[in-house]
C-alpha cells in the first residue's frame, strides 16, 4: 500500500525534534493512513518504534523506509467523556459527580477514571459567602481585622527591626 505522505527527517533524532515533525505530519491524516519516515538518525531504528507505540500508531519496515500507520488513539481518548459542569459563574452543580473528581469546572474528563467519594460532596454543606453569625472583614498589614466596609488602612513598615522586603 502506497502512503498517504511522507516526511524527510534528515539526521534529526527524537531527541532533537523529529517527534514534532512526525506529530504534525500526521494531523491531517485519517486513522489507517501511511505516512513514510524519512530519516539518517542512527537511533531512528531504535527511537521510532517506541515512539510510535507511546502515541498509539504502528511502524511497519518494507525496506529501508519506515511507514508509519496512524492510529486512531486520539480520537477515542475523548470518546464518551464528559463535561465536568458549567464553567460560568452562577452555575455550580448541587452534587457534583463523583467521577469528576478534583477536575475543573467545564472540563473535559475522560471516561474510566476513579471514582472519588469525599465526606463533603453537597455544595450546600460547604458552599457560603460568609460564615452565618458573622460580619465579613479583611485582616489588616498588622494582623488586626477591621470591617470591609472601612477599608484596609494604610500600612508602613515598621521603624524597628525592618525585614528585608521592606524598602521604604
Keep these: 500500500m502506497t502512503p498517504a505522505a511522507s516526511v ?8 532533537e525534534g523529529a517527534h514534532v515533525l512526525l ?4 494531523v491531517p491524516l485519517r486513522p489507517g493512513a501511511r505516512l513514510a519516515v524519512d530519516g539518517r538518525h542512527p537511533q531512528l531504528r531504535v527511537h521510532l518504534p517506541a515512539w510510535c507505540r507511546a502515541n498509539g500508531h504502528r511502524v511497519e519496515w518494507s525496506g529501508p523506509t519506515p511507514v508509519i500507520v496512524r492510529g486512531d ?3 477515542q481518548r475523548w ?25 475543573a469546572r467545564g472540563s473535559l474528563v475522560e471516561e474510566g477514571g476513579p471514582e472519588v467519594h469525599f465526606d463533603l460532596e453537597e455544595r450546600d454543606l460547604v458552599w457560603a459567602a460568609v460564615a452565618p453569625g458573622s460580619t465579613p472583614t479583611r485582616r489588616t498589614g498588622s494582623g488586626a481585622r477591621t470591617p470591609r466596609s472601612t ?8 521603624t524597628t527591626s525592618r525585614p528585608p522586603w521592606c524598602r521604604s
Design 8 to 15: 524527510d527527517l534528515a539526521g534529526l533524532g527524537f531527541d
Design 23 to 26: 506529530r504534525r505530519a500526521l
Design 73 to 75: 488513539r486520539d480520537d
Design 79 to 103: 470518546l464518551g467523556a464528559v463535561r465536568a459542569g458549567s464553567p460560568g459563574p452562577g452555575s455550580v452543580d448541587p452534587r457534583p459527580a463523583s467521577g469528576w473528581g478534583l477536575a
Design 151 to 158: 477599608g484596609t488602612p494604610p500600612w508602613t513598615c515598621p
